[in-house]
């Protein structure tokens, strides 16, 4: 007779330790407090990128390879700006508040004459964006500023803050995949996590 002998393994589950799931967005509450302390920090760059990140719901991909001609062209911010999504060849339309384009402006008066190709340059590669991997960290740092658990939100948590926000206020799900970018609108209901109990309440709100 044999015997099967069980082993366990050595090695850790790839999750030990880690927040699995969807990014939530941020709340008003969380974008204003990040908003203070980055400006109270003077740290310009990030207040831009952050505000920016905000209003145009980019991937990350998408926001670290936005040029500076996409938002300030001849140096001067626009108040909407069109760009081309890398993951879908699909341009998307965004807004640009008078927040971010505060923040840009001040932003860009301390950039060199070098780095006048992308907005937000590597420091090291001026010549280059800065990586995904970088505004991730930077993403982390703001969140952990302001007391939040930087393993529970994400770049994808900037993506979503608005667009959450719109579909909350109007219930559009039409204008938020737009804004998004996405293709097809189940794409939105599941980038925003939308539940029976949520088209129920939108549901009780109308009165025939």
């Avoid at 003077?42 to 209003?55: P, Q, S, T």
Wanted: proline share 5%; hydrophobic share 35%.
């Amino acid at each position: 007779m044999f015997y099967i002998r069980k082993t366990e393994s050595l090695r850790s589950p790839w999750n030990k330790g880690r927040i699995i799931g969807q990014k939530p967005p941020l709340k008003p509450k969380h974008v204003w407090s990040i908003r203070t302390r980055l400006q109270l920090d003077e740290k310009w760059r990030d207040l831009a990128m952050f505000n920016v990140g905000i209003d145009s719901k980019l991937r990350g991909c998408d926001l670290v390879t936005l040029r500076l001609e996409d938002i300030a062209p001849q140096g001067v911010s626009i108040d909407r700006a069109t760009v081309m999504q890398r993951k879908t060849g699909r341009p998307v339309t965004f807004e640009i508040s008078e927040y971010a384009r505060s923040a840009v402006t001040r932003y860009l008066a301390a950039l060199s004459a070098d780095d006048q190709n992308y907005l937000f340059p590597s420091r090291g590669r001026p010549e280059q964006p800065i990586s995904t991997r970088q505004y991730a960290r930077l993403v982390s740092i703001w969140v952990e500023s302001i007391g939040l658990d930087p393993r529970k939100y994400g770049t994808h948590s900037i993506r979503r803050t608005k667009a959450a926000l719109i579909y909350k206020k109007t219930g559009n799900l039409r204008a938020v995949q737009l804004l998004l970018g996405h293709s097809k609108i189940e794409s939105t209901v599941k980038y925003l996590g939308i539940e029976v109990d949520d088209a129920i309440e939108l549901a009780e709100r109308i009165d025939i």
